[in-house]
């Protein structure tokens, strides 16, 4: 099959024809926090024919973007990792996402929301330069994912800087508790931490100044008011 190019001398052209089609990007979203095979990438993106799952793969391996390890334990299989060259899309993905969270409503009755996409979300819209002198622990609890298991996530911060991953953390400095979709609004800022406790977007182990505190360390801007009608200068 011939590649598809844009026909352009042009760096953002060339790497949309590596990373454009539909689904690579979280493809490589799902490989950021470390290597995958191939079922569990399909676990966390449901809506991918296998075909077309194994079809990127292969794309963005091509493309030095993406490399399949044997692994050495008892359980042999094949793991997807990123390369160097792909982990370089790291902070392009993080902006992008946070870009697009700035347009985020409420989510339909069959979205999928990952414990991947719950670590990353912390990454997305932590607020470096409200962190600085900050050190704090948290553990968000995200109820259960659709084979039932918990989803819990933690993100510590130290002095401007944040590591977020997998499960509990062993002396939180705060537990959250999301209920339903008026999370979105607590970290857009729609919703203040006072104003969320009362109304039972979140319920919490701690502090409530920490859920303030919380709120301007992981922060989504608000998306520029739209325009209407045609503009002239």
């Excluded at 569990?40 to 993106?45: F, N, R, S, T």
């Excluded at 091509?62 to 359980?75: A, F, K, M, P, T």
Aim: hydrophobic residues 40%; aromatic residues 6%; negative net charge.
């Amino acid at each position: 099959m011939t590649a598809r190019t844009y026909g352009q001398f042009c760096g953002l052209a060339r790497a949309l024809e590596i990373i454009g089609e539909r689904w690579s990007l979280l493809v490589i979203r799902d490989l950021l926090l470390g290597p995958k095979r191939f079922d569990e990438l399909q676990q966390g993106l449901p809506k991918i024919p296998p075909s077309i799952l194994s079809t990127r793969l292969n794309e963005l391996e091509r493309h030095g973007v993406v490399q399949r390890r044997v692994l050495s334990q008892l359980d042999a299989g094949v793991v997807y990792e990123l390369t160097e060259y792909g982990n370089d899309l790291d902070q392009i993905v993080l902006q992008l996402g946070l870009w697009g969270a700035r347009s985020l409503t409420e989510p339909a009755a069959d979205d999928l929301f990952t414990l991947d996409a719950a670590i990353l979300s912390l990454y997305t819209t932590f607020q470096p330069d409200a962190a600085r002198g900050v050190r704090g622990a948290f553990e968000l609890h995200y109820g259960t994912d659709r084979m039932g298991d918990q989803m819990i996530v933690h993100a510590v911060v130290e002095d401007g800087a944040v590591t977020a991953g997998e499960g509990p953390h062993p002396d939180p400095d705060l537990v959250i508790e999301p209920r339903g979709p008026l999370m979105l609004k607590l970290l857009n800022g729609e919703l203040d931490a006072t104003s969320a406790l009362t109304c039972g977007a979140v319920a919490i182990k701690g502090e409530p100044a920490m859920l303030d505190l919380f709120t301007r360390l992981f922060h989504i801007p608000s998306a520029p008011s739209k325009t209407e009608g045609l503009l002239t200068h």
